[in-house]
């Protein structure tokens, strides 16, 4: 396509997943002329870096959107649920962060290793995952190819990132607090989290499982076009900065060697193996942190039921977790002429 470069815009610029955005955008195959940043108003003016050089803060402002192609939002529900339509009735394509869009059945829920035809059908607004579900789908879509998935258990250990940078703040604040005997903040989190864990990620429904655990199951069957395949997590906080890692464990159609498995995985873009548990090589979150790929470890047969098998997976939240995602998807609308150019 002889596109000498888009208008492309990041809404909700200067929150830790937009400057990761602008960055991976930089660096991405997605032909760019002009990159415009909107934050809130209190933000408009502010100078971020983007490649060599930096970008403007504005606000949101009726038809702000006119001239641009595409958008990466990563600025919360509401303002999505707002400012995306705007946005596709200027002529943009939308590439949408947040959870507003994603279980909307004329918005396509995009990993693009595992779904990228799916983009196909979008009407404007395309939908980024949870970070949890995305690391989750890639080895489980590696498995799908071959054999097929009766159910999937996974508990998670999400980081303080994953409620953006007020999360981070608050884990670092009260860490400094905990060492310094003072009272540690639970503002941000539903407990303080600093040394400590806690198995609450959103909000508790009637069932019992909370907002995000849900969100796993339902995101991941639509991900994978498997609208009734079993899924149960349990998402837990871990005061960690950075990197969401979790545990799997998947019952197969019919027992297969871990070795397969493990072909599988090795071939399958956007996975990398680090599976030496006697050598001490295993994914941990320092591995992760500033990676795209997503890493898998911890390999194993279940030592009872011989079709279930057991793994480790860790990713960085922020890159394939969200901006990343985000800009892999744009460079799939590119690939595939599904940009209008203004």
Excluded at 168 to 173: K, N, S, T, V, Y
Aim: proline content about 6%; charged content about 25%.
């Amino acid at each position: 396509m002889g596109v000498e470069g888009y208008v492309v815009a990041v809404v909700g610029a200067t929150g830790a997943v937009g400057r990761e955005m602008l960055e991976q955008l930089a660096a991405s195959e997605v032909p760019v002329r002009e990159v415009r940043a909107f934050a809130s108003p209190r933000s408009a003016g502010r100078e971020l870096p983007y490649a060599d050089g930096t970008v403007t803060v504005e606000a949101l402002t009726e038809g702000c959107f006119r001239g641009i192609d595409l958008a990466l939002f990563s600025a919360g529900g509401g303002r999505s649920k707002e400012w995306a339509p705007r946005a596709v009735a200027e002529g943009c394509v939308v590439v949408d962060n947040s959870s507003a869009w994603r279980m909307d059945d004329t918005v396509p829920l995009v990993v693009p290793e595992v779904n990228d035809e799916a983009l196909l059908r979008h009407r404007g607004i395309i939908a980024n995952p949870n970070c949890s579900t995305i690391q989750m789908v890639l080895p489980l879509q590696a498995i799908a190819q071959h054999v097929g998935i009766e159910r999937v258990v996974v508990a998670t250990y999400q980081s303080a990132s994953g409620a953006g940078q007020a999360g981070i703040d608050e884990l670092f604040e009260g860490t400094r607090a905990a060492l310094a005997g003072e009272p540690v903040p639970a503002e941000t989190f539903a407990r303080p989290l600093a040394f400590d864990s806690i198995p609450h990620i959103g909000d508790f429904t009637e069932s019992g499982y909370t907002t995000e655990e849900l969100k796993m199951l339902h995101e991941t069957r639509k991900i994978m076009g498997q609208p009734t395949m079993a899924v149960s997590a349990t998402c837990v906080r871990v005061p960690v900065p950075r990197v969401h890692l979790e545990a799997v464990t998947v019952d197969l159609a019919e027992a297969t060697p871990v070795a397969k498995i493990r072909e599988w995985f090795e071939g399958f873009p956007g996975l990398v193996v680090l599976d030496e548990p006697a050598e001490g090589r295993y994914p941990v979150a320092r591995d992760a942190e500033g990676r795209t790929e997503t890493f898998v470890g911890r390999l194993r047969e279940d030592s009872v039921l011989p079709a279930t098998c057991h793994f480790w997976v860790v990713s960085d939240n922020l890159l394939k977790g969200a901006a990343s995602n985000a800009v892999q998807i744009a460079e799939s609308l590119h690939r595939r002429e599904l940009v209008r150019v203004a």
